[in-house]
């Protein structure tokens, strides 16, 4: 969350406006599939759910 919070911070005076999940329960990840902007934290003791993400191709 503290990751989450200072980047919404270094926006300022800007806001975000899209989702925004400090965050993100592991039984949601597929969350992060989503086609819209958003800014999601994931907690660090997840670390075998994030082997689990699959990042784009370029």
Same mark, same amino acid.
């Given at each position: 969350m503290t990751v989450a919070e200072s980047i919404? =911070?270094?926006m300022f005076p800007f806001q975000?406006? !899209?989702v925004y999940v400090p965050i993100l329960p592991a039984s949601l990840l597929h969350f992060l599939? =989503?086609?819209v902007p958003y800014l999601m934290?994931? !907690?660090s003791?997840?670390?075998d759910d994030?082997?689990?993400?699959?990042l784009p191709q370029e």
């Open positions: 919404t =911070a270094l975000w406006q !899209h599939d =989503a086609p934290g994931l !907690h003791n997840g670390q994030r082997t689990k993400l699959e």
